[in-house]
């Protein structure tokens, strides 16, 4: 498949298309993780007829012929563009090895004969016997030999529109028109990161009456050929002959009339999403004014024996991702995640729309990424009344903890006096008028015990020695003498021994 021009012409192209496509009664965003992944699928007969010309001279007539087989909805399953159908689709029960007798014998000989899938006679009998001939292909005698190639084509939803699309092959056809096949591409289809893929349920729900939509393409995409999305509701009982039926519980249209009118239209194999998650819960089949699914269980079942299973991929978690900012209208976050996934596969269409309405409502009053991130705004409010409301708390409570803290101040000196000796008791009650030195008191601390003191020991008395001392009078004078002079200090007359 050819890779795709700029994003920006994609997103152009596919919101000329999105409001019809996704225009339905649902939550929206139901269909959104399968519609990127739904294609259009195209299968016809290349027969290659060689006539070998007995009526005349013997000729060799090469014919060609182009034979459509059936078209349909197709659903990829995987990265790597495996994707699931309807056998019906990619194969018919019709004889084309007839059709090209017919053909030939027409161009040819210019018989009048139908071009159809018939077998057929004509009046001239050499020429009809030679006409059974060429119809019975088994015979030695047969006079043509037919090469029947399939040419399937596969047209995925993008854009701009892919009108070439990309060739695929069947791994595995079902066992009946209306069982799943298989189908991968012939050549590399995901242009590198792989293709969108639709993520497959586990289970059909059993609740008659539950919600889903189909998802499918009428013609080839293009602008002016939009994916079509409808909704429908799943009828009671099990999967029942066929397939499970629908019904509308509140009765306000004939569901199986209108969506078999959507399967002759184009919607063969279109995949049937469920309401709960969005994810695909069955295949659409019928046509006219019958219309039923086959479940997911035959799906998985049908890629089991193909050898394979469903897987998402890189793309799908990028597009998850997005979608999952989108849907919970965080636009500022979802704008990039979209344009992320157009970078790994330009012209993803779901993800086109979104990311222009993403950044359309980004920044906006809608946007609740803008809420999240939005720093708070500036205060107008004075700040002096919160400063002097603070100064004020702040003043109270040194009050209140210098008050607590003399009152406990008050209750350790009690406590101290109490448990205080009285002789420790008496000396710091006298006063220094008393005649007593004045006695400094350093007392213990209530968080550690008093330290007991061994009290001193009175001591005996000890022998004072003192010198007994006579005093002296000048004989001459009468003056008091020193008790070392040996002359009168007033008139020098010798102190007799």
Request: proline share 9%.
């Amino acid at each position: 498949m050819r890779r795709l021009a700029l994003p920006g012409v994609a997103v152009g192209l596919v919101l000329m298309s999105m409001p019809a496509a996704l225009a339905h009664e649902h939550p929206s965003g139901i269909t959104d993780l399968v519609t990127p992944a739904v294609t259009r699928v195209e299968a016809k007969a290349l027969i290659h007829i060689t006539l070998l010309d007995h009526v005349g001279e013997l000729l060799h007539i090469e014919r060609s012929y182009e034979v459509p087989i059936g078209t349909g909805t197709g659903t990829v399953v995987n990265p790597d563009g495996t994707l699931v159908t309807l056998t019906q689709v990619i194969r018919t029960d019709k004889n084309l090895a007839v059709y090209a007798a017919n053909r030939v014998f027409a161009d040819y000989h210019k018989a009048d004969i139908p071009t159809d899938f018939s077998k057929h006679k004509v009046d001239d009998e050499t020429l009809n016997h030679h006409l059974q001939l060429c119809y019975d292909l088994t015979s030695k005698m047969s006079t043509c030999i037919v090469d029947i190639k399939q040419d399937i084509t596969v047209f995925p939803h993008i854009a701009p529109a892919d009108g070439r699309g990309f060739k695929a092959e069947v791994v595995k056809f079902g066992d009946g028109p209306a069982t799943p096949a298989v189908l991968r591409p012939t050549s590399r289809a995901d242009g590198g990161v792989g293709l969108p893929t639709a993520p497959l349920a586990e289970k059909v729900p059993d609740k008659p009456g539950s919600p889903t939509a189909v998802a499918g393409f009428l013609g080839r995409p293009a602008p002016n050929q939009p994916i079509k999305v409808d909704i429908a509701h799943l009828g009671p009982g099990g999967a029942a002959e066929g397939g499970r039926t629908f019904s509308d519980p509140q009765k306000k249209a004939d569901e199986p009339v209108k969506l078999g009118k959507l399967i002759d239209q184009g919607l063969l194999g279109a995949p049937v999403i469920g309401d709960k998650d969005g994810h695909v819960i069955g295949l659409l089949v019928g046509g006219g004014k019958t219309a039923k699914m086959i479940g997911v269980r035959e799906i998985t079942s049908a890629l089991a024996v193909a050898k394979t299973p469903a897987r998402r991929g890189q793309l799908d978690a990028a597009f998850e991702a997005a979608l999952t900012r989108f849907h919970t209208k965080n636009y500022t976050d979802a704008a990039p995640a979209f344009q992320r996934v157009l970078d790994l596969y330009p012209g993803q269409p779901v993800a086109a729309a979104h990311l222009k309405e993403s950044l359309a409502k980004k920044g906006t009053a809608a946007d609740l990424g803008v809420r999240k991130a939005a720093p708070p705004k500036a205060t107008t409010i004075p700040l002096w009344p919160f400063i002097a409301g603070a100064a004020l708390v702040l003043a109270l409570t040194t009050g209140l903890g210098l008050l607590l803290w003399r009152r406990r101040r008050g209750a350790r000196d009690e406590e101290d006096r109490e448990e205080m000796p009285p002789q420790e008791m008496n000396l710091a009650a006298r006063s220094p008028d008393d005649g007593a030195d004045p006695t400094v008191m350093v007392r213990r601390s209530q968080a550690f015990p008093m330290i007991p003191t061994q009290q001193p020991q009175p001591q005996p008395p000890q022998p004072v020695l003192t010198a007994q001392q006579q005093v002296k009078f000048c004989t001459s004078c009468g003056m008091k003498l020193g008790p070392a002079h040996r002359f009168c200090g007033y008139c020098g007359h010798p102190i007799e021994t």
